[in-house]
Structures are given as structure tokens and as C-alpha cells.
């Protein structure tokens, strides 16, 4: 029932026997076959939308204590977002649940063929603490739609939002159905240690890869979303205004710790001083003038991530910010200019509120500057140019992106959102991620009012004629 104890391992060390219950009680569950209707789903799915809007001034405070998210911000990102996604999937489960059904060709007739999404079975959510409650839960919305038993693995960095997790599911969920187990990198372990049929994965590429050797191992289901560097380009047919405000809205949003943020700007050289103005407007009308006084500019995590992000910030480049408040886990937004693909700054993802701009003569270059980079799970290009936009997409490797606007592409539930090589396996939200949490099982039904001889021997000549005739 609804109302079980809590399961939390962050001090636990190594694997852990009431994992090991959860995950057997959880199979049990799942092989009565109770998650197959779509009564129940959709039961289960109305059930978290009341949840998440009992929830949702204890989720601001938790974001808000966590990251300092503003409310507006928190609902966007987060609440609003895990809404809208619960509002599609229940308005169009019915039909994804038919599947599509077809003839099938004449040599195999007289059949029809029909693809029937199937549960996975287990699946294990381990989120990151960037956007901790949206990245635990939109996967959830899948898993359950898709007919599956859900762990769910917060993230121990953004504590205050991992409890409020453990607590709405707890309340909601029987937990032969949902769970939460909270704790860190030792939680995490014991739970790889059990058997999954998929393990949904979003954080950093390098936990990734264990992920990934764990569902090797299993022979499992992985879906991965990672991170790393997306590049924004800037040319000079844009709407530079626009531009401005929507590249600082897309990098200073959560205070740059987003996986799909802008990471680094390449502007064409005609109009650098110009977007580097019209940067320092939009921040300075978003934040006032000390964006620390702003209720709507976030924080670093914790005092580590914000110590890595202040070692990359070279003064003589500061063009924007580059203020710091240890204290208060604060870093201002901060543009670099004339960066060189040299400096530290662009060795790695940010993840944080620094913008470096780089300058460019042709696309090709900015190309070529983006390809030197493992495949970005995001870019963006500003340009009011169809030819500029179509080479973009065809020539440039990245997940998923947007012309002329930032992060926005996420908020489409019927995009796929992904990364791809090393920013990810795989792609969730909408129908895509009632696919990624099913089995496409293809079923063909064979009518046995007509059954010719001519696939059964004795073969001869004739049929092999007619096989000739309807196969080629
Ligand atoms: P992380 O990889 O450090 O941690 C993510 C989760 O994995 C946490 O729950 C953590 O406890 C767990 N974990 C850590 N070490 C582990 C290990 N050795 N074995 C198993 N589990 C382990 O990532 P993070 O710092 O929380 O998040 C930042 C990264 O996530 C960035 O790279 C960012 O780009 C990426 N990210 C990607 C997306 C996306 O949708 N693609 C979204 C948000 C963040």
C-alpha cells in the first residue's frame, strides 16, 4: 500500500538486502500482470498528476533549497513540465497501446502483421541533480504508461528534493509498483547489483559508460542521457536582440546547470561587439544590475562545483560578471570573450553560468570548430538565412536543437529528446518514451480459410517460378 517505509541508503554500504526485496517483490508484481491494462495505467498516471499538484509548493521549496530556483522557474522546468508530459501521454495512451497493425505482403498472406507494445518489466531510473525532480519523474511517466515497475535513484547532491521524491512516491505508489531509494554512488551499485529489463540513466558521460557495462552484463535495456559541450552559433542575418535574450535566458536558466544550456557561443566576427552588448543588456534586464539580488538567478550546487567553475574563468577575458560569493554558492553571469578552443574553459562541459564566445569568418569554420568536439547533445544556430539553416542540420551531429531559440525544443513532447555518441543512447518524452520503456513485439496472424500448397514440398519448377514472381 501506498505509505510503506522509506528506503535510504545514503550512508548504506554495499549491496543491500531490502534492495534486494524491493526489486523481488517489484518482479513478483509485474508477473501477475497487473500493469498490463490501460485502466490501470492510466489509473496510476492520474494518481501522479494529483500528486504532483498536492506536491507542488513543497517541490518549489526543495528546488528553491537545493538550487535557489524561483517559482516561476521551478514550475516551467519542472512541475509544469512533468504536467504537460502527463496531460499528453494519458490523452493519446489508448492509441499508442493499439499499435499499428498492416496486410502483410501476398508470399506471406493471407496475414496481417501487427506491432504490440510489451512492458520491459524492471526498470531502474537514476537521476542527476540539475533538474531533480523533472529528470526522476518525466521518465516515470514512460515507465508507468509503458506498463512497468519503477525504481526511481535521486540524486544525493540536491538532498532536499530527493526526500520530497521518496515522500510524494510513498504516498502515491504501492511500491510493488514505484519506489524511491535515496542515498549516493553506493545506492546507486547496490541497485546496478540486481537484474533490470531497462536501466534509464541521465547524468554524466563517465557514469554513463558504468551504466552502460552494467546493462552489457545484463543484457538489458539502456537508455543514456548524458551531457557535453552545445555550441550556439550566431550569424549576422539573425535577429541579434532576440538572440541576446534568448541565448542569456537558455545559458543563465538554473544558473547554467542545464544539460541542453548553450555551452559556448561562436559569433561571426561582423557582429561580435554587437552580441556581446546586447548580451550585457539582456542579463542586466533579466538580473538588475547585482544579479545576486535576484530572486530569479540560481545557484551553484555546492561549493565544489562552484570551485571548479571559478578555476575556468580567465579575468584577462571577462567581458560580463566573473563575481563570486563562496557563502552563498553564488557565481554571476559571467560572458568570456576571444576565447581560443586552448583555454581550460573549453576543455569540458560548464555546467554552470559562464559563456565563452568565440569568433568565426564562415559557417564552415563553425562547423569545423564544432566538429572538433564529440557529438553535443544540443545546438543552436541564429540566422534568418533557409540556407544556413538547412546546412546546420544536415552537416552538424548533435541530439537535438533549435534555429533561432534555446532549450526550447524539449518542451515539444512530440520531439524526441536524446542525445547521441558520447551525449547519449536514446531518446524519451511523448511517444518516444513509451517506446523506449516497451518492447515493439511483432505478431503476425495467418487467416486459415486459404492455405496454398506451393511452401510446402515437394517443391518443383512451377513454384519456384511463382516464389520468383512474388518475391523479386
Ligand atoms: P552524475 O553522473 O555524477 O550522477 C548522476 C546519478 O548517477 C546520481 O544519481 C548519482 O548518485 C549516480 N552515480 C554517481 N556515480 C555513480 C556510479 N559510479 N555508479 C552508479 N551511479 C552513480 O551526474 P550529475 O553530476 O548528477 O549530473 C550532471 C551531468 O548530467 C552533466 O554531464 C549533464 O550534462 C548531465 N545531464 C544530462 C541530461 C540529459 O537529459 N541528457 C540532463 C541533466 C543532466
Redesign the pocket.
Known amino acids: 500500500m501506498p505509505g510503506h517505509p522509506a528506503i535510504n541508503l545514503r550512508d548504506a554500504e554495499g549491496p543491500d538486502a531490502r534492495v534486494e526485496a524491493l526489486v523481488a517483490r517489484q518482479s513478483e508484481f509485474f508477473a501477475s500482470g497487473a500493469t498490463l491494462g490501460r485502466e490501470f495505467r492510466d489509473g496510476q498516471l492520474t494518481a501522479l498528476g494529483h500528486a504532483v499538484r498536492k506536491y507542488e509548493s513543497k517541490i518549489q521549496a526543495a528546488l528553491h533549497e537545493d538550487l535557489r530556483k524561483s517559482k516561476v522557474e521551478a514550475y516551467g522546468t519542472e512541475i509544469g513540465f512533468v504536467l504537460a508530459e502527463l496531460r499528453h501521454t494519458r490523452k493519446h495512451l489508448a492509441k499508442w497501446m493499439r499499435g499499428s497493425s498492416w496486410f502483410a505482403p501476398l508470399v506471406v498472406g493471407p496475414s496481417r502483421s501487427h506491432v504490440h507494445h510489451q512492458p520491459l518489466g524492471r526498470t531502474l531510473i ?6 531533480p525532480f523533472q ?1 526522476a519523474i518525466a521518465p516515470l511517466v514512460g515507465a508507468l504508461a509503458a506498463g512497468n515497475v519503477a525504481v526511481i ?5 540536491a538532498p532536499a528534493t530527493s526526500a520530497l521524491l521518496a515522500e510524494l512516491v510513498r504516498e502515491t505508489f504501492d511500491e510493488q509498483l514505484v519506489a524511491v531509494v535515496e ?3 553506493s ?3 547496490s ?2 547489483a540486481q537484474r533490470w529489463d531497462h536501466l534509464f ?8 559508460r ?2 552502460a557495462r552494467v546493462g552489457a552484463e545484463q543484457l538489458c535495456r539502456v537508455t ?5 559541450k552545445s555550441p550556439a552559433i550566431v550569424m549576422p542575418s539573425a535577429d541579434l536582440d532576440v538572440a541576446a535574450r534568448r541565448l542569456a535566458w537558455g545559458k543563465f536558466t538554473n544558473a547554467g ?4 544550456a548553450p555551452d559556448y557561443l561562436l559569433v561571426h566576427n561582423s557582429i561580435h561587439d554587437t552580441i556581446i552588448d546586447r548580451l550585457r543588456g539582456a542579463i542586466r534586464s533579466f538580473y538588475g544590475h547585482d544579479p545576486r539580488q535576484s530572486a530569479d538567478f540560481g545557484r551553484i ?1 555546492n561549493l565544489k562545483h562552484l570551485q571548479r567553475l571559478v578555476k575556468l574563468i580567465d579575468p584577462e577575458k571577462l567581458a560580463v560578471g566573473g563575481d563570486v560569493d563562496e557563502s552563498d554558492r553564488y557565481l554571476g553571469p559571467t560572458v568570456m570573450t576571444d576565447v581560443t578552443m586552448n583555454d581550460p574553459i573549453m576543455a569540458d ?1 560548464i ?1 554552470g553560468p559562464i559563456l565563452p564566445v568565440m569568433r568565426f569568418e564562415t559557417l564552415d569554420e563553425a562547423f569545423e570548430i564544432v566538429s572538433q568536439r564529440p557529438n553535443p ?1 544540443a545546438a543552436y544556430l541564429f540566422t534568418k538565412e533557409a540556407d544556413e539553416e538547412r546546412r546546420f542540420v544536415e552537416r552538424v551531429s548533435f ?1 537535438g536543437g533549435c534555429i533561432n531559440n534555446t532549450l526550447m525544443h ?1 518542451g515539444d513532447p512530440d520531439l524526441p ?3 547521441i555518441g558520447p ?2 543512447l536514446g531518446a524519451y518524452h511523448g511517444y518516444a518514451s513509451f517506446e523506449v520503456f516497451s518492447h515493439r513485439k511483432a505478431v503476425m496472424r495467418t487467416g486459415t480459410f486459404l492455405d496454398p500448397s506451393v511452401k510446402y514440398p515437394p517443391y518443383n519448377e512451377a513454384k519456384l517460378s511463382i516464389f520468383k514472381k512474388l518475391l523479386s
Not at 535513484?153 to 547532491?157: A, D, H, N, T, V
Not at 540513466?201 to 554513463?208: A, E, L, P
Not at 546547470?257 to 541542453?260: K, M, N, R, S
Open positions: 537514476i537521476a542527476p541533480w540539475n533538474y529528470l535513484k535521486p540524486s544525493e547532491l542515498g549516493d554512488v545506492a546507486a551499485q541497485l546496478l540513466f541521465t547524468g554524466s558521460t563517465q557514469v554513463g558504468i551504466v543514456l542521457e548524458l551531457g557535453g546547470q542545464t544539460c541542453i550546487v562541459e555546467f547533445l541530439g524539449m529528446f536524446g542525445g551525449s547519449g
